[in-house]
């Protein structure tokens, strides 16, 4: 009892930290330099919901082999119980009719459940809910545990897969978000891109985006994101399954007929 009521407290505390943000100090810093692979700009990515932080386009980006992942298919945001009636409409329009919620039970109560559009399926995977509680208390600093738990911990994968499959087989828009959208959901995108073939480098400028649609200063990983926490997850990935595509097959239970699903919905 006292370990959940630790966990609890930890959840509590980073999901009311990572709200303090609001959408107003979107786009306070520089964003990251674009790679060659950048096809969609930044303000263009944005969806421009006044009550939802961190809300963007997960498309417009060149793979390796030279296809594009496609735009208004797949979106990331923070969480949507402050979306207002307007931001509804525009998700209504972007036809999302699949919303993934990557919270934790706690994080909904402190929060608010999710306004999601008309008719859109709502999904609960809560993907760290199952972490060591030492893990979740150490998110307050370095973040790193965190993100080797998006690998590690019990019922993570299988959140993650959730989301992918629904991506690939789904023939809707799809969204998915945590609290602020940027370390779940971050990891979430990471994983989608690279399975599509987009290189390293993009990918990584795809995560730190969140620092300048959250206004985050570099080091701030209450509000951002750091590179140095991407590199913890991927780092687990090999540790604990030898390579990105063991994790992929292995971890996440994707078959080969999911990953070709995913690429055929996404890549022109």
């Not at 006292?2 to 509590?12: D, L, T």
């Not at 990331?76 to 993934?100: I, P, Y």
């Not at 499959?165 to 891109?193: M, Q, S």
């Not at 509000?223 to 030898?242: E, I, M, P, R, T």
């Amino acid at each position: 009892m006292r370990n959940r009521a630790v966990q609890a407290a930890a959840v509590v505390t980073i999901a009311f930290s990572a709200s303090l943000g609001s959408v107003a100090t979107a786009f306070a810093t520089d964003p990251p330099a674009a790679t060659s692979s950048v096809v969609v700009d930044t303000d263009t990515r944005a969806l421009g919901l006044t009550g939802v932080q961190n809300a963007r386009d997960a498309g417009g980006y060149r793979t390796l082999d030279g296809h594009t992942v496609r735009s208004g298919l797949v979106f990331r945001t923070g969480e949507l119980s402050k979306a207002a009636d307007d931001d509804l409409a525009k998700l209504t329009a972007l036809n999302v009719v699949s919303v993934h919620d990557l919270r934790t039970g706690y994080e909904q109560q402190l929060m608010g459940v999710d306004r999601v559009p008309a008719g859109a399926a709502e999904h609960h995977d809560d993907v760290i809910g199952q972490a060591p509680p030492q893990v979740m208390a150490s998110t307050l600093s370095a973040g790193t545990d965190l993100y080797r738990a998006f690998v590690t911990a019990p019922g993570a994968s299988d959140g993650f897969a959730n989301v992918l499959r629904d991506i690939a087989y789904n023939p809707g828009g799809v969204l998915f978000h945590c609290t602020a959208g940027k370390d779940r959901t971050g990891w979430t995108e990471a994983v989608l891109l690279s399975i599509l073939g987009v290189d390293k480098d993009t990918v990584y400028y795809d995560y730190l985006l969140s620092n300048y649609y959250r206004g985050a200063k570099d080091g701030d990983m209450m509000n951002g994101v750091s590179a140095a926490a991407l590199d913890a997850a991927f780092d687990q990935v090999n540790q604990s399954y030898g390579s990105f595509d063991n994790y992929v097959h292995d971890g996440l239970k994707l078959t080969d007929a999911d990953v070709s699903a995913l690429k055929a919905k996404l890549l022109a």
